[in-house]
């Protein structure tokens, strides 16, 4: 990794550490309904204002000791480890882009790695993907796609982003239909912001995507369920998997896909 690519993941990473002190707040107000602006972000222990000093990411947890500094009241660990993740992913996409030479995917996968993140906490908190992040996916995906399509000059790509945001959203809206209950409109909604980015990536990354997910979502369900943690008739968020299963599209999609042609004895350029 040369010098000037080194500092462009490090940047992402700084960049990241940025977003995920916003998903914090995101994840803790969006699903109460609540603003993501105003007012300020406080200690809920005692509604102290959280000084700028004190809203450094992961710096002043680790200097605070984890406590608020007005009323010593603990807090979670968990508000640095989204800062965290945030920050790995993006500079791991970052990295995948300039490696796979992706560069006019990056500003998407990056808006769907935050979003991503955002979404994957709240379903595993609340059991719900908020229409207030899903569905303004929408549009910002669909200009981002377009953007790269510009970029790259390929028409067929954003093409395909459409018709693989389709399939998908038409898959799990079956699904849904045909399993009331078993599968949320939240999911059917996030499954066509999905798909049109698989799309966009290929054929491969759609079928891997897709498939990825229910395997994942399967495997994960039986260890729960085996182990006591799950009942059998529970429920398992689903947009975790879903969100696991895009990302293992997108990087290993066109790997899979050349794979399986060749042991299907197709010739593989």
């Known amino acids: 990794m040369s010098a ?14 940025a977003v995920g002190s916003f998903l914090n ?14 007012p300020p972000s406080a200690c809920p222990a005692c ?6 000093r004190d809203n450094v990411p992961v710096l002043s947890w680790v200097l605070l000791r984890g406590r608020c ?30 490696h796979e030479g992706r560069w006019a995917l990056l500003p998407v996968l990056l808006y769907l790695a935050a979003a991503g993140l955002a979404l994957a906490l709240i379903d595993l908190d609340v059991r719900r993907l908020p229409d207030a992040i899903v569905l303004p996916a929408y549009p910002v995906t669909a200009a981002l796609l377009g953007l790269a399509a510009v970029v790259e000059h390929d028409g067929a790509a954003a093409l395909r982003a459409l018709a693989g945001g389709l399939l998908l959203y038409g898959l799990y809206f079956a699904l849904a239909v045909a399993r009331p209950g078993g599968m949320g409109f939240g999911d059917v909604k996030l499954a066509g912001v999905l798909g049109a980015v698989l799309g966009y990536a290929g054929w491969s990354a759609l079928a891997v995507g897709a498939f990825s997910a229910f395997v994942l979502g399967g495997l994960v369900g039986v260890a729960l369920v085996a ?8 429920h398992l968020p689903f947009g975790p998997f879903m969100l696991v ?19 299907s004895g197709f010739p593989v350029t």
Do not use: D, K, N, Q
């Open 4 to 17: 000037a690519l080194a500092a462009l993941v490090v940047l992402a990473a700084v960049v990241g550490l």
């Open 25 to 38: 707040v995101v994840v803790h107000r969006v699903p109460a309904g609540a603003s993501v602006v105003r």
């Open 47 to 52: 509604a102290s204002p959280v000084a700028a």
């Open 69 to 98: 500094r007005s009323c010593a009241a603990r807090i979670s660990a968990r508000y640095p480890l989204v800062e965290l993740a945030t920050a790995g992913l993006f500079a791991a996409v970052t990295a995948w882009a300039a």
């Open 227 to 234: 182990s006591g943690v799950l009942r059998r008739r529970g």
């Open 245 to 263: 299963g895009a990302a293992l599209g997108v990087v290993a999609g066109g790997a899979v896909g050349h794979w399986y042609l060749a042991l």
